[in-house]
């Protein structure tokens, strides 16, 4: 066994090197009918090849020669499927009829193998459309073609079904198994280099499942549970029918061979059908097939026991079997039975002929059904989603003319004119929303200072900020401020979601830290407060991370505070800057009564801090690669020494160059701050 699968797995791994290696040579070429015919002969090779190289298993010879027409038909071209079906089909039957090569199955192998070329056409043509299986098909495929192989088998040998059995029963697992998994493994590999390869479960949540996907998911159950059903149900009817059958002959072949004993006495032997022996009282078997044998004294007592009673299952000698112990003469048992591969050999060969056509039925069913309702509902389907795509995507002039049908042309209808009342509806609130865009921005703009000149404080501090909204209006913001003599507040905050009503809740924050922080309160207690004011009311559930530093200008101390926001950046004097990891609380407007971690950093003249919100290391490109804190780090160092007037357009344009023609998708908002000396009193 063990040496079987070796040699089938290496079989499979060759096919897989070959269809591999001659894809990859001929992946960008363009395919003429010379190429395809090349394919068609190096893959009949193949299959004459797997013909004469075929593995011993037992008394039988396995092979997997259907596998080379539904490579070259599947994953090259449908006519080099054909042409290496029709070569290996026709060599196997010439081979088989004048040279004696598997003469008995010789007409099942060439059917099955130049089928195998067409079947691979059909498919490729009219289910994958010219693509790549699914590994799943691709099994699917490569087993269903054996399966039809060992019923051909059963078919053509109606008259000798002990042997058609025996055949079928030693090859078809290993056939079938082996040619799903080369092909499946083929699909996987080709997927995979070309770009192509789908994980089969990601799909866990049931989103993005297609129709196509879902009825065929149902349908292949509901069969199969069906097909299952039937074929228990037989099995069971045919067993029944196999033990009646197996009772009724043993007490015929009981009654024959008491009769028989008493003519020939003890020369009675057992012929190739009959199955008993005759023990005597010192457990000779003095007749039948094990004549010249001796059961122990444990056998010799149960079948003493057993004698003149029902029929019971026992093995005594090669496997199990159906018993009854009968006396004969006046010393002597006799024992009949019948083993239990002789007892359901017929039952078995039924279900292995059952299955296999139950298989093949499925399959037609299944197939037929899934690419009708492809050609009649789905096609259709995906043309209304192609127009209603072109639709969402802004394209309001596009028409859906499917009219295929009564209910397609009613529903075409009903989307066309759904988008023309929609243009209308659109014109009239893009004018009336450009109004209020330009109004909401130019109230925005003014809430943030402008101003970053301080004349008295020159000598003092640099400041400088920048607001650059993802939309017309933005959820982030600045402030710097006054919160008392020779104290200046610094605020950076992100407020949740963008647009409009990030920007309300954005002038609802500025305005209430503002408040707060000017009566002088320190930061942490700023934050307690803002937040529970921010939470009253907050039926959307928005929230906005803060970052506050209030700086005491004659003295360089800041205490600071950080609400769920980015880390600082804090360049001390003839240093890079470097990130500052403050210890957060949770954002505002999270939750009530948040208590803040206030911290305090020393600033000495030459120290600056950079400030910014997410959407400078969460911008993502063209790639969907994160722009991340590193690569601020760097460009930020590249001008540390410069103004914030020139540092933050350097880092604006640093992101714009690394985001490329992606969009951006959040605001971006940058703080800096410079303590040049202390402030003297």
């Known amino acids: 066994m063990t040496l079987m699968l070796l040699k089938m797995s290496a079989i499979a791994a060759l096919y897989v090197v070959l269809t591999v290696f001659l894809w990859k040579i001929t992946k960008d070429k363009k395919q003429t009918f010379l190429m395809r015919l090349t394919f068609g002969l190096i893959y009949g090779m193949c299959s004459i090849l797997s013909t004469h190289v075929a593995v011993d298993y037992g008394d039988m010879l396995l092979n997997l020669r259907d596998v080379a027409p539904l490579a070259a038909g599947l994953f090259f071209s449908p006519v080099s499927g054909v042409i290496a079906g029709i070569i290996g089909g026709v060599e196997r039957y010439i081979v088989g009829t004048y040279f004696g090569i598997g003469s008995y199955t010789r007409i099942a192998c060439s059917v099955s193998t130049c089928l195998a070329g067409f079947v691979a056409w059909l498919m490729n043509a009219k289910v994958f459309n010219g693509k790549k299986p699914s590994p799943v098909y691709a099994f699917f495929m490569g087993a269903v073609m054996e399966v039809f192989h060992m019923y051909v088998v059963f078919i053509t040998h109606r008259g000798d079904m002990r042997m058609a059995f025996h055949v079928v029963s030693m090859c078809s697992v290993p056939m079938i198994v082996f040619s799903g998994l080369a092909l499946a493994i083929m699909s996987v590999i080709l997927q995979v280099l070309s770009g192509e390869w789908k994980n089969p479960f990601r799909d866990v949540s049931g989103e993005d499942v297609s129709v196509s996907q879902t009825f065929q998911k149902w349908l292949f159950v509901v069969t199969t549970v069906v097909i299952a059903a039937n074929f228990a149900f037989s099995y069971i009817i045919q067993t029944q029918s196999a033990y009646q059958n197996g009772r009724n002959s043993i007490i015929e072949s009981s009654q024959s061979i008491k009769n028989r004993y008493f ?267 803002a937040n529970n004011t921010l939470c009253e009311g907050n039926d959307a559930e928005m929230f906005v991370t803060v970052w506050i530093g209030i700086i005491d200008l004659f003295t360089g101390v800041m205490k600071c505070a950080n609400a769920g926001h980015e880390y600082p950046l804090i360049k001390r004097a003839g240093g890079d800057y470097e990130i500052y990891k403050d210890k957060h609380s949770l954002a505002l407007a999270a939750m009530e009564n948040l208590k803040a971690r206030e911290y305090e950093i020393q600033l000495n003249p030459g120290n600056k801090i950079f400030v910014y919100t997410d959407g400078i290391p969460e911008a993502i490109n063209e790639e969907v690669v994160q722009y991340g804190t590193d690569r601020l780090i760097r460009a930020i160092n590249k001008v540390k020494d410069e103004p914030f007037t020139s540092v933050l357009p350097a880092v604006s344009n640093d992101v714009a160059v690394f985001r490329g023609n992606a969009e951006q998708f959040d605001d971006i908002t940058m703080l800096g701050f410079e303590l040049k000396n202390f402030r003297k009193h």
């Open 263 to 529: 003519e020939v006495s003890k020369r009675l032997t057992a012929d190739g059908n009959e199955f008993f022996e005759i023990i005597g009282n010192d457990g000779d078997i003095v007749a039948g097939r094990h004549k010249g044998d001796t059961v122990n004294e444990k056998i010799r007592l149960e079948l003493e026991e057993k004698k003149d009673q029902d029929f019971y299952d026992a093995q005594y000698f090669e496997e199990m079997s159906l018993n009854k112990v009968d006396s004969i003469g006046s010393d002597m048992l006799l024992l009949t039975y019948i083993p239990n591969s002789e007892l359901y050999w017929y039952r078995n060969a039924q279900a292995y002929e059952t299955a296999l056509a139950d298989i093949l039925l499925f399959t037609v069913i299944y197939v037929l059904i899934a690419f009708l309702v492809r050609q009649i509902v789905i096609s259709n389907i995906d043309l209304i989603n192609a127009s209603l795509d072109k639709i969402t995507r802004g394209d309001l002039n596009e028409v859906v003319t499917v009219r295929n049908s009564s209910e397609f042309a009613s529903l075409s209808d009903d989307i066309n004119q759904t988008v023309e009342t929609l243009k209308g509806y659109i014109a009239a609130a893009e004018k009336r929303i450009e109004q209020e865009l330009i109004f909401a921005r130019t109230i925005q703009e003014s809430s943030l200072p402008r101003n970053f000149k301080f004349e008295a404080l020159e000598d003092t501090l640099e400041i400088y900020a920048s607001m650059k909204a993802a939309k017309e209006v933005g959820g982030d913001f600045y402030d710097f401020f006054f919160a008392g003599p020779g104290k200046l507040a610094l605020v950076i905050a992100d407020v949740s979601g963008k647009g409009i009503p990030a920007a309300l809740f954005m002038m609802r924050s500025k305005t209430a830290i503002r408040s707060f922080a000017e009566s002088g309160k320190d930061p942490a207690e700023i934050i307690f407060k």
